[in-house]
């Protein structure tokens, strides 16, 4: 089992920046794939980023290529999703993921995963 806490969520205007973290517990994280992903109020859960378990590989879904960095410090348990120049339509509840399946490839579907955290709020104002 993992057990997954996301935090650095909040209140932001556009264009502003937060970093959200997502601290590891239970087995060897170091192993596992990472993502992030996101829903807004009345819409399905959206992939966001992904990591490979040594970080060197990662994957963005357009929307956020460019503004969102995803990295992990595996020292220390936590993979971290770095949000600069936020939108409103950023606006939606994120929460990481870690999967089972090999920690050398990146996962983009939700099914793919097995164990999330409880989420982190990120609203940004227009």
């Known amino acids: 089992q993992v057990q997954l806490v996301e935090s650095g969520g909040g209140l932001v205007q556009a264009g502003g920046s937060l970093r959200l973290s997502c601290a590891a517990s239970?087995?060897?994280?170091?192993?596992?794939?990472m993502g992030w992903f996101r829903q807004a109020p009345g819409k399905a859960r959206e992939f966001v980023a992904a990591?490979?378990?040594?970080?060197?590989?990662?994957y963005y879904v357009d929307s956020v290529k460019g503004r969102f960095t995803i990295s992990r410090d595996n020292a220390k348990n936590t993979v971290y999703l770095q949000m600069n120049s936020l939108k409103p339509e950023d606006t939606a509840v994120y929460h990481c993921?870690?999967?089972?399946?090999?920690?050398?490839?990146?996962?983009?579907?939700?099914?793919?995963?097995?164990?999330w955290g409880q989420g982190t709020q990120v609203t940004v104002s227009s």
């Open positions: 239970g087995r060897i994280f170091s192993n596992y794939a």
């Open positions: 993921a870690a999967t089972e399946r090999s920690g050398s490839y990146y996962y983009i579907n939700g099914w793919e995963y097995d164990y």
């Open positions: 990591i490979t378990w040594s970080g060197g590989s990662t």
